[in-house]
């Protein structure tokens, strides 16, 4: 009797090691991937503009051309994470498409309660800037006609 369950807890003990080897490759591989989203991020000098359209309610937009952005679960999900957490912002929307070099967040708001430069260094910020950067700004002030400014 000894014997026969020395012999089954040996064969249970041999497939629980083998289970986790495999769970521990799996991780890993995982996590790989998902640090590896791409090459460096943009760098250099972000490029600014500001534009007014008439609208019918005011709002302001940001679209931020971002690099880096590889996955559409893990990047897209932390770069909308991380810019929705920020005051005064309402609205995040990710274009992303795989394989484009430079992907798009739209970035609904209140400029009373933080700028668009601000957004852009929260995005090159995320894993201490190794990960995202943003190129360009394309900020866009929607107001009724009677109340545009910026023409």
Excluded: W
């Excluded at 064969?11 to 998902?34: E, G, H, Q």
């Excluded at 791409?38 to 940001?62: C, H, N, R, W």
């Amino acid at each position: 009797m000894y014997v026969t369950l020395s012999v089954i807890l040996h064969f249970i003990f041999a497939l629980m090691n083998k289970f986790t080897l495999f769970f521990s490759v799996l991780t890993i591989t995982s996590l790989s991937l998902l640090l590896s989203c791409g090459d460096a991020p943009y760098q250099g000098e972000i490029l600014f503009s500001e534009i007014a359209k008439v609208g019918a309610m005011d709002k302001t937009i940001a679209q931020l051309e971002i690099t880096g952005m590889m996955c559409e679960v893990g990047c897209v999900a932390k770069v909308k994470k991380e810019l929705l957490a920020q005051a005064g912002v309402s609205n995040v929307k990710i274009d992303f498409k795989k394989g484009r070099e430079f992907n798009f967040a739209s970035v609904e708001y209140d400029p009373l309660n933080c700028d668009a430069k601000s957004l852009s260094s929260v995005v090159n910020a995320i894993a201490d800037g190794k990960l995202y950067g943003v190129k360009s700004i394309e900020v866009t002030h929607f107001a009724p006609a009677a109340a545009s400014t910026l023409e």
